[in-house]
C-alpha cells in the first residue's frame, strides 16, 4: 500500500519509483549538484577529509607508499621518515618500511650502507604507539594485484611548496585508489618540501623506540656516567664530613649531557652559515662552550658532564680540561665505553649517543644542530605532557639549553622548542626557542 492505494496502477507505479529516486539522491548523494557534478565546496570538503593531520579515524591498511632509501645522519633520517609518514598520511596510505642508512656518505650513494627501520626500531612499538595516526607495513602485506603507480618528485627552483603540495593532493584523490602502491621515486624525503607543523613531527618521533639491543647500550653508557658520578659526589661527601655519607646516593646521580659541535667540518660550515644568515649565533669555541656551561644557573655542583663529541676529537685531551670547579668533563673514551660504540656502524652509534644526551637531567646543546634541536624538542615534548609549558623563571625537569646563545649570568639561553611552528624549517636555522 502507497499513501492507502493500492499500487497495481502503473501510474502509481511510476509514481512511487520516482518519490524514492528523489529520496536517495537527497539522503544519499548530497554532494552531488546539477549536471552530475560535485559541487566545488563539497570538494573541497572532501579534500580537507583527507588531507586533515588531525583526525585520528585510522590509516588504510590496504593501500601503500613507497619511498626512497633514507639517507644522511641519524636526525636528518629521522627528520626524512616523519616526512614519508606524514605524506603518506595525507595520502591516507600505509608507509611501506623504509630502509635507512647506517654509513654516512654524503656524496657517494652507491656506498651508502642500507640498515632496515626495523634493525633500529621496534616496528610493532611504532604501530602501537602511532596507531590511526600514521602506520607502518612491510613489503609482505603487498597482495600484488592492482601493480604500482609512480611519482616523481618535481624538483628545481620552479618546483615550489604550492605545486609540491597540489601535486600530493591529486595523488590523494580517488582516481588513484586503483593503485595499492604509489611509488615516490626521485630525492631523499629530507629534500622534500615541508607541509607539516612541528607538533605532527614530534607526535611521529614520539614513536620511534629504539630495539632493546641498542637501547641496553646506551643504557650502558648512561650507568657508567651515574657510576662516575657517584663516586665523585662520594669523595666530595667523605672529605667535607670525614665520614661516608651515602644515604643520597641512593637515588640515580644526575648528570649534564653536552653535545661539543667544535669540529673543524662544523666550524667550516657554521662560519659560512653565519655569513651567509649575517648571524653571529651559530659558532662557538671551546672556550665558549666551556664558560656558559659552567654558568648554568642552580647547577649543583659536584657533578659530572658528558662530551658527545665527534669521534676526531677523543685524541683531543684538551676538551677535557679547563672547566670550572666541580664539573668532571667525561666522554666515551675516558668512561671506556668506546668499545660499544666501536661493534656498530655510524647510524647506531649515533642512536646511543642520542639516547645518552635525551636521558641527561640537564642538556646542552647547539641550537643550528639538528641533533641537538631533535633532543631539545624531544625533551620539551615530555614537559608538555607533565603540564609546563614554559621555562622561564622556574626550575623544571628535562631542561636544555643553547651554548651558542647567551643567556642568564652569562650561562646559555634556556631552550625550550616552539611548538606551534607551522613547519619543521625553523629548527634547521636555530629559530625555533621560546622566549622567555
Known sequence: MFFGRN???????????????????????????GYGGIDKNNLDLIHSRSL?????????????????????????????????????????????????????????????????????????RFNALCNGFVQLGRYSDLRNRTGVYELQKGSGRKWTVERDLDQLKEFGEDSFNGYEVIRIAGKNPFLWHDHWPVKDYARVFECLVLVDEIAKEADKVVSKIREVGKEMRSKTQSAQSGVDLDSSL??????????MRIEIDWMIHCKKLEQRLNVSEICSSKQEIMERVGNIV????????????????LEDSSILTGWKEGLLPVEKKKLSVDGIYKKYPYLIQSAIDYEVCSKADVFVGNSFSTFSSL????????????????????????????YNILGESNGPHKWMTNMSDSSLKAISYGSNIISC
Open 250 to 259: 641512593l637515588q640515580p646521580v644526575p648528570y649534564v649531557a653536552v653535545h
Open 298 to 313: 642552580g647547577l649543583k655542583s659536584p657533578v659530572v658532564v658528558y662530551l658527545a663529541v665527534a669521534d676526531s676529537l
Open 52 to 124: 586533515s593531520l588531525d583526525s585520528d579515524n585510522g590509516i588504510r591498511k590496504e593501500k601503500f607508499l613507497e619511498v626512497p632509501q633514507i639517507v644522511w645522519g641519524l636526525n636528518n633520517q629521522k627528520i626524512a621518515f616523519a616526512r614519508a609518514c606524514l605524506t603518506a598520511r595525507m595520502l591516507n596510505r600505509t608507509l611501506l618500511m623504509p630502509s635507512l642508512s647506517a654509513s654516512l656518505f654524503y656524496k657517494e650513494i652507491d656506498r651508502l650502507q642500507p640498515i632496515s627501520f626495523n634493525k633500529v626500531f621496534q616496528f610493532e
Open 7 to 33: 499500487l497495481n496502477s502503473i501510474t502509481c507505479k511510476g509514481l512511487a519509483l520516482i518519490v524514492i529516486a528523489l529520496f536517495l539522491r537527497v539522503v544519499l548523494l548530497p554532494s552531488f549538484s
Open 375 to 402: 633532543i631539545a624538542l624531544e625533551r620539551t615534548q615530555k614537559m608538555i605532557r607533565m603540564g609546563v609549558t614554559s621555562s622561564c623563571g622556574v626550575d623544571v625537569r628535562w631542561p636544555s639549553y643553547a
